[in-house]
């Protein structure tokens, strides 16, 4: 990004990674704001990449441009820490009702050995995932790209204080850190979360049709299909606005930020989403390997139910795993589904006899699986920003 002052004007050249680059001038009405690394840092909770790097500070900022961009930005960051809290404080109250003695008799009956099991489980999980990304990209990237920075998105959102939104953001910079286009990654990234949610709607709806035929109960039923149904209009709504183009709404929200000096950037990343839109073969692979990769998910529930204590039946395990994700579905802003897993845990595994103690042991052991996989992740992918920043 280049900074450079003209006439009483700032001219903005931003490398969009199109042939061309889009040149901004804005207008006269400045508030002085500090630096743009400083609010991307706030932002993103990290150090700033050199593609960010501003040639000349203090950056100056109409007060209708980035300035309301970052306030937005902030909000969404209180609203997440917000959500994070009442979690914090539902995951409390659950451990608190149903006894810390209890739940941390039935967390820790697992073992470092179990413990290690579940993490090199998480191995296979990781290579479907990746191969399920590699799908939406060209035919000469990497096998181990995709699956690296699938890896990253997945730690960062269990690991880090974000909502799973900066997981993705986070894992399609990893992507263009080892030299992928932003807009081939940013496409790729959103036709590939597309994929797995239509996915997890199919398990979901697996988990559905079992939790029938195993109860008759309306008190979780209609949360469960409520669920099921809100999670199929959201993947309908995904795949209608790729089918139809992103650009108006993405040019809307630019003209928001810096008007047309998005413009080539969003024409690029609307191009990468047509022809990635248009691939059903692709879009079908995807969605079948990411189907493995949720009843992947079910096997390592299934085998930790079975380390604490209780014979949980395979299919059964797959109805809680597959209607947890759709209980849980709407909240994505809440980092690491705090609490909220829990308490989903404790509602399915009450239909299929797992007590409460042992349910909530189930997700503090996959919690603490997440932080072993993850944290080395993220300190892999830490080392990667700090090479590409010195370069």
């Not at 990304?133 to 690296?148: H, I």
């Not at 390592?300 to 579905?329: C, K, N, R, S, Y």
Request: charged content about 15%; hydrophobic content about 55%.
């Amino acid at each position: 990004m280049i900074l450079a002052a003209e006439k009483g004007e700032h001219a903005v050249r931003l490398a969009c990674g199109c042939p061309s680059t889009a040149d901004l001038r804005l207008g006269q009405n400045y508030a002085a704001l500090p630096s743009l690394e400083k609010y991307l840092h706030r932002l993103a909770g990290c150090r700033v990449s050199p593609f960010f790097r501003v040639a000349r500070a203090p950056f100056f900022f109409p007060q209708t441009g980035l300035a309301g961009w970052f306030g937005r930005a902030e909000r969404l960051q209180r609203i997440s820490i917000l959500a994070a809290l009442l979690g914090l404080a539902l995951a409390t109250g659950l451990i608190g009702w149903f006894g810390l003695d209890q739940v941390l008799d039935a967390t820790l009956r697992i073992g470092w050995k179990g413990l290690g099991l579940l993490c090199l489980l998480q191995v296979p999980i990781f290579l479907l995932l990746g191969r399920a990304w590699r799908q939406m990209l060209p035919g000469n990237v990497s096998f181990w790209l995709p699956v690296w920075c699938r890896m990253v998105r997945d730690a960062a959102s269990t690991c880090l204080p974000f909502s799973q939104i900066g997981g993705l953001v986070l894992g399609a910079r990893a992507a263009t850190l080892w030299g992928l286009r932003w807009p081939v990654a940013a496409a790729s990234t959103i036709v590939d979360v597309t994929c797995e949610f239509l996915a997890q709607l199919i398990f979901a709806l697996l988990g559905l049709s079992i939790l029938l035929a195993s109860t008759s109960s309306g008190t979780l039923l209609i949360p469960a299909v409520a669920g099921v149904v809100v999670a199929g209009l959201a993947g309908w709504a995904a795949v209608w606005v790729q089918r139809h183009g992103v650009g108006p709404m993405m040019r809307a929200l630019a003209a928001k930020v810096a008007a047309p000096a998005l413009g080539d950037g969003i024409d690029c990343l609307e191009m990468e989403l047509t022809q990635l839109s248009a691939n059903l073969p692709a879009l079908l692979r995807g969605i079948g390997w990411h189907f493995l990769a949720w009843m992947g998910s079910g096997v390592a529930t299934w085998l930790t139910a079975h380390m604490l204590g209780v014979q949980l039946p395979f299919i059964d395990a797959l109805a809680v795993e597959g209607m947890m994700h759709g209980l849980v579905a709407g909240a994505f802003m809440v980092p690491g589904l705090l609490g909220v897993q829990e308490a989903a845990y404790v509602a399915l595994g009450s239909v299929f006899g797992v007590p409460p103690d042992i349910a909530i042991g189930i997700s503090l052991v996959r919690r603490a699986r997440d932080l072993l996989v993850g944290v080395p992740i993220l300190l892999g992918w830490q080392m990667t920003e700090a090479r590409a920043l010195r370069r």
